[in-house]
């Protein structure tokens, strides 16, 4: 049978396997936001969500999600913290890539290929709710994300929102509790409002074309630093190149 998102699904020790390897990805992220960017970086959505039912990740969830709290409440604002936010990631090493809708962000490092890396979002307060990408506006405070707890996941340290129950119910509902492996939110109605309202965070093809034609010009001084892959602005052909940059 294929699985939620139509594929062949992957052998059980092929999903270990991945899910350890996210796990190592976001040791790495997690310490970079810690001593650099003073904020930490928390669990999201279904990572979160295997972790605080059931103790260890979905067994098959094939992604990591994670955020960060801004403290902003302007989405243009956000977004150009945003900007600086992958721009020190980019200096240390890191690798950024910008979906087609120009959403933040996708986190890797050069050593991991493109179909493992994390999900990245800012998390803001804004008219009495809390935002996020994809879909999230909750009528939940802050607080209960800026303060977080810190858990172990398969012996790595991992950081969750204090209210983390509480999110979990917002968003996925009162039953939430009940493991689900078909359940997917792509077909959930989302308000004209709310879409606009994140789609703000997100980035324009110039905000990018500018974006990365400032990061080459300090890679000629700066050869450590990692790459900006705007997936929308990149070619699709030679095919196998872009699966090797973009992912499917």
Same mark, same amino acid.
């Given at each position: 049978?294929?699985?939620?998102?139509?594929?062949?699904?992957?052998?059980?020790?092929?999903?270990?396997? !991945?899910?350890?390897?996210?796990?190592?990805?976001?040791?790495?992220?997690?310490?970079?936001? $810690?001593?650099?960017?003073?904020?930490?970086?928390?669990?999201?959505?279904?990572?979160?969500?295997?972790?605080?039912? $059931?103790?260890?990740?979905?067994?098959?969830? $094939?992604?990591? $999600?994670?955020?960060?709290?801004?403290?902003?409440?302007?989405?243009?604002?956000?977004?150009?913290?945003?900007?600086?936010?992958?721009?020190?990631?980019?200096?240390? +090493?890191?690798?950024?890539?910008?979906?087609?809708?120009?959403?933040?962000?996708?986190?890797?490092?050069?050593?991991?290929?493109?179909?493992?890396?994390?999900?990245?979002?800012?998390?803001?307060?804004?008219?009495?709710?809390?935002?996020?990408?994809?879909?999230?506006?909750?009528?939940?405070?802050?607080? +209960?994300? !800026?303060?977080?707890?810190?858990?172990?996941?398969?012996?790595?340290?991992?950081?969750?929102?204090?209210?983390?129950?509480?999110?979990?119910?917002?968003?996925? +509902?009162?039953?939430?509790?009940?493991?689900?492996?078909?359940?997917?939110?792509?077909?959930?109605?989302?308000?004209?409002?709310?879409?606009?309202?994140?789609?703000?965070?997100?980035?324009?093809?110039?905000?990018?074309?500018?974006?990365?034609?400032?990061?080459?010009?300090?890679?000629?001084?700066?050869?450590?630093?990692?790459?900006?892959?705007?997936?929308?602005?990149?070619?699709?052909?030679?095919?196998?190149?872009?699966?090797?940059?973009?992912?499917?």
């Amino acid at each position: 049978m294929l699985d939620k998102k139509g594929y062949l699904p992957p052998l059980p020790e092929e999903v270990r396997a !991945r899910q350890d390897a996210y796990l190592a990805l976001y040791a790495a992220a997690r310490e970079f936001f $810690d001593n650099n960017l003073g904020r930490p970086l928390f669990l999201m959505y279904g990572t979160l969500l295997g972790l605080y039912r $059931d103790g260890d990740l979905i067994p098959h969830d $094939d992604d990591f $999600d994670v955020g960060y709290i801004s403290e902003h409440e302007d989405p243009h604002a956000i977004k150009m913290e945003t900007r600086e936010i992958i721009l020190k990631l980019l200096r240390a +090493g890191f690798t950024v890539a910008v979906n087609r809708r120009g959403r933040p962000f996708r986190l890797r490092t050069p050593s991991t290929g493109a179909e493992l890396h994390l999900d990245v979002r800012p998390v803001w307060y804004q008219d009495k709710r809390v935002w996020a990408h994809k879909q999230a506006c909750l009528a939940l405070p802050l607080e +209960g994300f !800026r303060q977080v707890e810190r858990r172990t996941l398969r012996g790595t340290a991992v950081y969750i929102p204090r209210d983390a129950e509480k999110f979990l119910e917002a968003y996925y +509902g009162h039953t939430w509790t009940t493991p689900d492996p078909g359940y997917t939110n792509s077909t959930r109605l989302v308000p004209r409002s709310v879409k606009a309202n994140l789609s703000a965070t997100c980035f324009n093809p110039n905000e990018l074309r500018k974006l990365s034609h400032e990061v080459n010009q300090e890679r000629e001084h700066r050869p450590e630093m990692g790459e900006l892959i705007a997936i929308g602005l990149t070619d699709l052909y030679p095919l196998e190149q872009y699966r090797q940059r973009c992912g499917i």
